[in-house]
């Protein structure tokens, strides 16, 4: 399931990217569809996270705060595509976005028990 997981943010990381060039290109239709399927990763995104909290033996506060900062990188994402595509300065939530997801990477990847750093 991490390997899904991982894919997922990693496909949502890459659809908001075209988001931003379509909005930029000033192509909304476009941006709207890719933006669209970027909503369905969050979905498989909040499903293999979910699968993958169910299967953590120990579920402590460290695996609770991965999960908090894994939906603040979902809302940071969704806001930076909402606010580049209105045309509104966006440099808050870039700051958050960056934040969150450093975070969650070092919370994932170096302090779960199915990542890549020995406990």
Known sequence: MAHLH???WVVALALLMLVL???RAGN???AKITQMV???FYLVILYSGG???ASYANIGVLVIVKMLVGLWVI???EMVAIKVSKGQPASSWWIQLVVSFVL???LGFGFMPLGILPA
């Open 38 to 40: 970027m909503r369905l």
């Open 28 to 30: 909304a239709k476009a």
């Open 51 to 53: 699968s993958l909290f």
């Open 21 to 23: 060039t379509f909005s």
């Open 104 to 106: 969650a990477l070092i």
């Open 6 to 8: 991982i894919t997922a």
């Open 75 to 77: 809302a940071a994402i």
